[in-house]
């Protein structure tokens, strides 16, 4: 059964630093990876989508990279905002089914 | 861009009702939708994936009897929460696959969600 660990659960950082989120999953039989921003209260809204076949996505300030074989996913986040405070979610497809991780939740202090 | 309509975005019942939950696909035909829910500052638990035409498949520990799912057309899915307790009170999220734009590879497309409270 895929398994999907977040780490870390929770990140407190300064305006303006450059941070990572790290994602990793047990099955390496994915067909895709994708990362969600959920702000409290509020449904999920998709960042990055990562196919089986990438390496990595850009959206923005956004880089998400995938290295399959290891089973492991970064989200860069460059020059962190106070507007970026949120929890991040990742979710591996395989066999048509979505699984997440627990989630990390970021604060970007002013 | 697809758009994923979850209606009511929030409802609190009196335990022993039903509470009846839906999730519109409003630009594209969805076959399958997927309903997850989520309890305080933890992650998303998928509950069951809802086949358009046949009945829905449900994880393990999810009752099926309690958590009534019906799939009636392409753009419908409808989560009914039978005899509602405190205990159920959750965030519900539906989910649906564009099949245009996504095979098993493709993005989901979730809703805002349901809060629901049962007192």
């Known amino acids: 059964k895929q398994e999907v660990t977040q780490i870390p659960a929770a990140l407190s950082v300064p305006e303006g630093e450059n941070l990572v989120l790290n994602c990793s999953f047990t099955?390496?039989?994915?067909?895709?990876l994708q990362w969600f921003r959920q702000d409290p209260g509020k449904g999920l809204t998709s960042l990055l989508l990562?196919?089986?076949?990438?390496r990595e996505q850009t959206s923005g300030r956004l880089n998400a990279s995938l290295d399959k074989s290891s089973g492991r996913s970064t989200l860069y986040i460059a020059a962190s905002q106070p507007g970026d405070s949120a929890t991040y979610l990742c979710?591996?497809?395989?066999?048509?089914?979505?699984?997440f991780g627990a989630g990390t939740r970021l604060t970007v202090k002013p | 861009g697809a758009v994923v309509s979850q209606h009511p975005s929030w409802v609190i019942c009196k335990s022993g009702t039903s509470v009846k939950i839906e999730c519109r696909s409003l630009?594209?035909?969805?076959?399958?939708m997927f309903w997850y829910r989520q309890f305080p500052k933890q992650s998303l638990m998928l509950m069951a994936t809802?086949?358009?035409?046949?009945?829905?498949?449900?994880e393990q520990g999810v009752e099926k009897d309690k958590f009534l799912i019906n799939h009636a057309s392409l753009t419908l899915s409808t989560l009914t929460v039978t005899s509602a307790h405190p205990e159920d009170s959750s965030f519900y999220i539906c989910?649906?696959?564009?099949?245009?734009?996504?095979?098993?590879?493709?993005?989901?497309?979730f809703g805002n969600g349901t809060r629901l409270t049962v007192t």
């Open positions: 989910s649906a696959r564009d099949p245009y734009t996504g095979t098993e590879g493709g993005p989901l497309h």
């Open positions: 099955d390496s039989a994915i067909y895709n």
């Open positions: 990562i196919q089986s076949s990438q």
């Open positions: 979710a591996v497809t395989d066999n048509n089914d979505m699984r």
């Open positions: 630009d594209f035909q969805a076959t399958t």
């Open positions: 809802s086949n358009e035409g046949s009945k829905a498949t449900y």
